[in-house]
């Protein structure tokens, strides 16, 4: 069947465009984890510009990764929206510009847009992937402990006031699951030594099923500021006496 105008193309390709009280909503090709289209509004401003945001729609979605991350994703994502040609205000994904230049603010919203809906789903799969380590641990520990108490995601206050959170509690050690990669090993000192000089215990569990050679170099560096203890021997018993203490 023959394309007839643009309103049936525009359907065909799956977007809608519908007029909001004093605003444009358009369907964009940029998706959220779930399948959902990121939304783009258009409105005319008093000094004449357009401008284009998502109505808060990302920051909403990554608040289904939890407060903290939250704010981490505030603070990560402003200038990743910033070098895609847009910008991160009050919680939204805005981009300005004169008429003429319509297309050009549009293909800066979908850039910053498809960044920030990438960084979502890239915490998610993190996240999934930590629930598994956690799990893991939780295991080794109620193996030889069985009576251990073990809380998920408690949050701490450190030295500094800010507040951390921690994957799991066994008693009174706050237990700190990581896989050898520099990227986790950073923040995980950080909110280690925050909360150590609160004087709470915190430790370290790497992962070293993978590669015994990266988590060997890893907890090298973690081990200048608290005990590591790698997860092949937890699982063997090693170490779980002490780390329930």
Known sequence: MAVSNCDELIRMLGYECRRLE????L???VTLPGGAPVRAYFSRQPSGL???DDGGELLLEAAGLGMLELRRFEHTFAHRVEAAG???EQGRVVVRSPPRRLWEAYTAFL???MAVADYINERRIL???EDELVAEIEAAVRTRVPDARIDRDVEVKGASGLTHRFRLKVNRTLVEPLRPSGRSTGPALRRILDVVKADQRAVVVMDDRSSREDADREATIVSGVTKVYFLSRLEEGAGVD???A
């Open 22 to 25: 004093g605003l444009i909503e």
């Open 27 to 29: 369907t964009t090709p």
């Open 50 to 52: 357009i401008e284009v």
């Open 86 to 88: 847009a910008t991160f």
């Open 111 to 113: 850039r910053a847009a």
């Open 127 to 129: 996240a999934r992937s």
């Open 242 to 244: 002490e780390l329930a």
